[in-house]
């Protein structure tokens, strides 16, 4: 299946999409819709509501695809965890050794942005570069599950872009404050369940900017498989549905360039991953504005 969250007349639905053809949408018309449930509502919900899900939603009429507007499946994460280093080619563009323990930071959940949003170029920094990553959505609450067991808690997969803004990236060793501006972590287009993905290991990113490619792998080339990630996360605490892990990035940064190529107003960053979609996001120059809310 591929769990979506949309909107259509102005209302937030959650729904199934098929991609037959030019795509539709299939939108739960009683149910699920009216009682206001999330995507993470559904995955903590366990089997029981991703069958309700998809009953409801084949019982339902089928939207075009494009009369309505892809929102990020997961929009407030619990979690969003993310690795770094974890292609070796991209390790030597950083100009960095490989390291034998994993190296993990934290992307605020305010940062998610949906698969077709704006990125904002923040007026504090004039280096934000591009990461093309498989994100993986766990859909079971886990503790120390074995990397044998780690498929068991995997709900599915999408694409994503951990957006980083570089010089605030490198201020701290935590990585956070460069890693979670606002818009700085599109997400989608949709969430493809686990079944539908026979290797997340075999799956190929490929990073447009303005068409023009900057990246391209396999995720085999991981140091770190998903698995290990899982087993190495729940060491420590517990993960819990809807909870969002970003499984690194390969080379083909623009911060590795020569000269560095960071992102400016009016880019376009495409993310492709095979089986799992597509998230394109314009970059626009941030209106900044003071919130007290």
Same mark, same amino acid.
């Given at each position: 299946m591929r769990l979506a969250a949309f909107t259509h007349n102005d209302t937030t639905h959650i729904g199934l999409v098929e991609t037959t053809g030019s795509g539709t949408v299939l939108r739960p018309a009683r149910g699920l819709s009216s009682e206001g449930l999330t995507l993470r509502d559904v995955l903590a919900g366990g !089997? +029981?509501?991703l069958t309700r899900l998809r009953d409801e939603?084949? +019982?339902s009429d089928a939207l075009p695809l494009e009369a309505v507007t892809l929102t990020a499946p997961i929009p407030r994460p619990g979690k969003v965890l993310a690795i770094g280093l974890n292609y070796k080619a991209h390790v030597e563009e950083t100009g960095r050794e490989v390291q034998p323990h994993q190296i993990w930071f934290n992307k605020q959940h305010t940062c998610i942005t949906g698969p077709f949003g704006v990125i904002d170029k923040p007026v504090a920094s004039d280096m934000v570069d591009y990461e093309g990553e498989l994100v993986v959505v766990i859909g079971k609450r886990c503790r120390h599950v074995p990397a044998d067991r780690? $498929? !068991?808690v995997i709900a599915g997969y999408m694409a994503g872009n951990d957006v980083s803004v570089r010089d605030w990236q490198k201020r701290t060793p935590t990585m956070q404050m460069g890693k979670s501006f606002d818009t700085h972590g599109p997400t989608g287009p949709w969430i493809?369940? +686990?079944? !539908?993905? *026979?290797? =997340?290991q075999a799956l190929t990113i490929t990073t447009k900017v303005n068409g023009i490619q900057r990246q391209h *792998?396999?995720? +085999?080339? @991981? %140091? $770190?498989p998903i698995r290990q990630q899982i087993e190495h996360l729940t060491t420590a605490f517990t993960l819990e549905p809807g909870d969002l892990i970003f499984t690194g990035t390969p080379e083909g940064v623009? @911060? *590795? @360039?020569?000269? =560095?190529l960071f992102l400016k107003d009016g880019d376009k960053v495409? %993310? !492709? %991953?095979?089986e799992i979609g597509v998230i394109e996001n314009d970059v626009r120059n941030e209106v900044a504005q003071t919130l007290i809310a």
């Open positions: !089997e +029981a509501l939603a084949q +019982a780690a $498929h !068991e493809v369940t +686990a079944d !539908e993905v *026979a290797d =997340p *792998a396999s995720t +085999a080339a @991981m %140091i $770190h623009g @911060m *590795a @360039m020569d000269p =560095p495409r %993310i !492709e %991953i095979s």
